[in-house]
């Protein structure tokens, strides 16, 4: 007999638990998809012209270029071997799930689909901090450009894919890999804006059987 009181399939993708006693830690947690693109937005084209004021502009959007680059690689590698090491107890599990388990539980919840800035402007700091160390003044600017265009991109993408059914080709095409990744095998399609890696890698979920029923979306 089915407990009609229980929730529904859909109702528990979407839900939004508290992941924080603290109330504030738990709303630091929860962040509107538009409040990356007001941070990173004027960021990038802070640094974009920075690098201008520094190079040609040949070598700015070179730069830029292989900043991107380098972030689909980012972005693969930290999905790969961040979000998904998964200690089975402890402080390890618990961080697991606040970082990247809670998403698999509930991957509809509108507001935890984009990286929260508590945690994407102090990473996006280190992350600048590096490739100044790195690059120095002259090259840095551009290519965190490029980094952190790819950054925006891919939460973007990610948001687009869990709440809206794409109708072009690419689209159907990213959404089906990361829903894959979901709902049949999350060793496979860690690549979200840039799947190529995964063919790459060797983990691509293309040999994967059709995902049946998928998360709601809106047309």
């Given at each position: 007999?089915?407990?009609?009181?229980?929730?529904?399939?859909?109702?528990?993708?979407?839900?939004?638990?508290?992941?924080?006693?603290?109330?504030?830690?738990?709303?630091?947690?929860?962040?509107?998809?538009?409040?990356?693109?007001?941070?990173?937005?004027?960021?990038?084209?802070?640094?974009?012209?920075?690098?201008?004021?520094?190079?040609?502009?040949?070598?700015?959007?070179?730069?830029?270029?292989?900043?991107?680059?380098?972030?689909?690689?980012?972005?693969?590698?930290?999905?790969?071997?961040?979000?998904?090491?998964?200690?089975?107890?402890?402080?390890?599990?618990?961080?697991?799930?606040?970082?990247?388990?809670?998403?698999?539980?509930?991957?509809?919840?509108?507001?935890?689909?984009?990286?929260?800035?508590?945690?994407?402007?102090?990473?996006?700091?280190?992350?600048?901090?590096?490739?100044?160390?790195?690059?120095?003044?002259?090259?840095?600017?551009?290519?965190?450009?490029?980094?952190?265009?790819?950054?925006?991109?891919?939460d973007m993408t990610h948001y687009y894919l869990h709440h809206f059914r794409p109708r072009g080709r690419l689209g159907r095409m990213l959404r089906e890999r990361h829903m894959r990744h979901h709902f049949q095998d999350e060793t496979r399609g860690f690549g979200i804006s840039a799947p190529y890696w995964d063919e790459v890698f060797g983990t691509s979920s293309r040999g994967v059987a059709s995902v049946g029923e998928?998360?709601?979306?809106?047309?």
């Amino acid at each position: 007999m089915t407990d009609s009181s229980a929730p529904s399939r859909a109702d528990v993708l979407r839900a939004s638990p508290p992941m924080f006693d603290s109330r504030l830690l738990d709303a630091l947690s929860r962040v509107h998809p538009l409040v990356p693109i007001l941070i990173f937005g004027p960021a990038i084209v802070g640094l974009m012209a920075w690098g201008l004021s520094r190079l040609s502009v040949l070598a700015a959007v070179a730069l830029a270029v292989g900043g991107y680059a380098l972030w689909t690689l980012f972005e693969y590698w930290l999905h790969r071997i961040v979000f998904h090491f998964e200690p089975e107890e402890g402080l390890g599990a618990r961080m697991h799930w606040i970082i990247h388990g809670v998403h698999h539980d509930h991957p509809n919840d509108p507001l935890r689909l984009v990286m929260p800035p508590a945690v994407s402007v102090p990473l996006g700091a280190v992350v600048f901090g590096v490739l100044y160390l790195v690059f120095g003044g002259r090259y840095s600017p551009a290519l965190g450009a490029g980094f952190f265009t790819g950054y925006l991109a891919y939460d973007m993408t990610h948001y687009y894919l869990h709440h809206f059914r794409p109708r072009g080709r690419l689209g159907r095409m990213l959404r089906e890999r990361h829903m894959r990744h979901h709902f049949q095998d999350e060793t496979r399609g860690f690549g979200i804006s840039a799947p190529y890696w995964d063919e790459v890698f060797g983990t691509s979920s293309r040999g994967v059987a059709s995902v049946g029923e998928e998360p709601p979306a809106r047309n």
